[in-house]
């Protein structure tokens, strides 16, 4: 594989895993655009742009899985807050669970690779 066609399966599978992220990262409670983006980078190294995020928001909340409200806030603009709807917690426990299976399939066919790697 060319280096840009590992690139653009790298972006693919990111693109991909994205909205289990956000919704993870919404679970323990609401968080406007910008702490979604920091929450992702400190809990899972995860660097997303803003161009990124915010239309993954605007599609998830479209599609009734987070709800956002607009607040006044003390640096004297108002921020978006994002929090799970009841069908974003469902949906974000399903993904957990199937991804949970998935990569851990994924995790047995690749082991022997790596172990091969590290000799």
């Not at 803003?50 to 709800?67: A, F, N, Q, S």
């Not at 949906?91 to 957990?96: F, K």
């Amino acid at each position: 594989m060319t280096a840009s066609g590992l690139e653009n399966w790298e972006a693919q599978i990111r693109k991909g895993w994205l909205d289990v992220a956000i919704l993870a990262t919404l679970w323990k409670g609401r968080l406007y655009g910008l702490e979604i983006l920091r929450e992702l980078e400190s809990r899972s190294d995860l660097v997303i742009t803003e161009g990124t995020v915010y239309p993954l928001l605007t599609r998830l909340r479209k599609d009734g899985l987070i709800d956002g409200k607009w607040e006044e806030s003390d640096s004297g603009h108002p921020r978006r807050y994002y929090k799970l709807t009841a069908a974003g917690r469902s949906r974000a426990q399903a993904l957990a669970r199937h991804s949970h299976d998935f990569l851990s399939k994924i995790d047995a066919l690749i082991q022997p690779l790596l172990k091969e790697q590290m000799r």
